[in-house]
């Protein structure tokens, strides 16, 4: 029954994928992030909360996760006891096998239409854009000029803890500060904190450069057609 126990691990998987794009898109959905919006066609209303959305289809999705794990969890623990000859355990597989088929086909649809009817607030995510998370990139510039990235990484941490001190965004920190850390920062270090440049700088495989991200997007299409031909 390896082919039982596959096709549920593969289901499981997907499961486990599903249900971590189903947690980033709930707490994206929070008023606290608030970097999208759900469909009213995929949201419930709360029976206390005249104002409240919530992600009901979202959330049953991530629950249905741990169903599928649990289904092949159950089959595993229903053969790892069997001699090699056929015995009427076999016949648990049937049932997971089929309820892992059938819950697919439930959660992958409504996940595809939440993300289909979504709508993005592109200002909410502006506005939490934060200098200190380029702070990987102030590293890199001291790394591009010549200063190990072990001394580059405790430089940089020395000025975000600065900037701390200071009450200022890293951006803010004055060039004399960063020259007091290390006489290698130029007046050009101001173009690291372009959260655009320093996007299009990861265009590498899996990187985050638009680049990069359309191309692992064309594969994924490619890679469908050729399964579905």
């Known amino acids: 029954r390896d082919f039982a126990a596959e096709f549920l691990f593969a289901a499981a998987l997907i499961g486990v994928h599903v249900s971590k794009l189903a947690e980033a898109l709930i707490v994206y959905s929070t008023a606290e992030y608030g970097f999208i919006e759900l469909a009213d066609a995929f949201s419930t209303g709360s ?12 959330e049953l999705a991530r629950g249905k996760a741990g169903t599928l794990i649990g289904r092949l969890a159950g089959l595993l623990a229903t053969l790892k006891s069997l001699p090699s000859a056929y015995d009427k ?18 959660m ?5 239409g939440a993300i289909r009817t979504l709508s993005v607030k592109a200002d909410r995510m502006q506005a939490a854009l934060d200098p200190a998370l380029l702070a990987t990139d102030l590293a890199d510039y001291l790394v591009a000029r ?37 006489p290698v920062f130029a007046a050009d270090v101001a173009s690291v904190f372009d959260f655009q ?3 299009a700088r990861r265009n590498i495989v899996g990187g985050t450069g638009a680049a990069a991200v359309q191309a692992q997007i064309e594969d994924a299409k490619r890679l469908l057609v050729k399964r579905e031909t």
């Open 89 to 106: 355990d076999l016949q648990e597989d049937k049932p997971a096998v089929f309820a892992a088929a059938e819950t697919l086909l439930t």
């Open 47 to 58: 029976s206390l909360m005249p104002q409240k959305k919530n992600p009901d289809p979202l």
């Open 197 to 199: 440049a320093a996007i």
């Open 146 to 182: 010549g200063v190990p990235f072990r001394e580059a990484h405790a430089i940089t941490g020395r000025a975000v803890r600065r900037a701390i001190e200071l009450g200022i965004k890293l951006d803010q920190l004055p060039w004399s500060e960063l020259q007091a850390l290390h």
């Open 108 to 112: 992958l649809p409504v996940t595809a």
